[in-house]
């Protein structure tokens, strides 16, 4: 039962324009929420994360919005640039959970110029 | 420069063949982990360890085994008993659970 899911395996946007990624989760115990970026054959790197006490966090053009009644959150990246190109996976943490980290299934992101 | 240093990148297996994959971390961080990634799907937790000496399994753990000898030192040994080893396989660390992990590049095991 996947906790975790990012429900769109791919999207594509024009150069400059935003990007909206989206993943939902399951657990209501789930407190803290990381996005990752990974380009292939690499490790992923971390992006940006959101405690639940808050419902919004800003880092230049990358924004997380977290929607804890509907167990939403979404990545924003604002203007898109062709080197936004990649996977990017959403994880979540809690404490039932044993504070580890899950992973959702990804989406590509394909910014075109 | 800290950072956590997967090898090889490249592996490739007998059938039949135990192999180990190498994870150093110089962050000294406590917390570290093993992933899987199979294509199209996201990470799956092998095996993680809080501490010197303790480690846990995670999801996946069936076919695979880790020591935690030493802070900086997380080896995982894929054993003839995973059915389907071939993946990308992912060592992580952190301060400690359930925040930031910084992730290594990787390693491309096959099976041949």
């Known amino acids: 039962d996947q906790q975790v899911k990012q429900n769109s395996p791919s999207l594509s946007v024009q150069e400059g324009r935003i990007s909206i990624l989206n993943c939902d989760y399951t657990?209501?115990?789930?407190?803290?929420f990381l996005w990752y970026k990974k380009y292939p054959a690499e490790g992923p790197t971390f992006l940006i994360s959101?405690?639940?006490?808050?419902d919004k966090n800003e880092d230049g053009r990358f924004t997380v919005f977290l929607n804890k009644s509907a167990k939403h959150l979404s990545l924003h990246i604002v203007p898109s640039q062709p080197g936004d190109s990649a996977v990017y996976f959403c994880?979540?943490?809690?404490?039932?959970?044993?504070?580890?980290?899950?992973f959702g299934g990804g989406t590509r992101l394909m910014v075109k110029p | 420069d800290g950072g956590i240093t997967q090898s090889p990148k490249y592996l490739f297996r007998k059938e039949g063949q135990n192999v180990t994959l190498s994870c150093e971390q110089n962050?000294?961080?406590?917390?570290m982990y093993w992933y899987r990634q199979d294509p199209g799907q996201g990470l799956r937790l092998i095996y993680y360890?809080?501490?010197?000496?303790?480690?846990q399994k995670g999801d996946i753990a069936e076919g695979y085994s880790v020591s935690r000898e030493k802070k900086e030192s997380f080896p995982l040994t894929v054993t003839s008993a995973q059915k389907n080893p071939t993946a990308f396989y992912l060592c992580?660390?952190?301060?400690?659970?359930?925040?930031?992990?910084?992730f290594g590049q990787g390693t491309r095991l096959t099976v041949v």
């Open positions: 962050l000294n961080h406590d917390a």
């Open positions: 360890s809080q501490i010197v000496n303790d480690f």
């Open positions: 992580a660390s952190s301060i400690f659970r359930g925040i930031e992990a910084f």
């Open positions: 959101i405690s639940s006490i808050k």
């Open positions: 994880a979540a943490s809690g404490s039932d959970a044993g504070n580890m980290l899950t």
């Open positions: 657990n209501s115990m789930f407190d803290y």
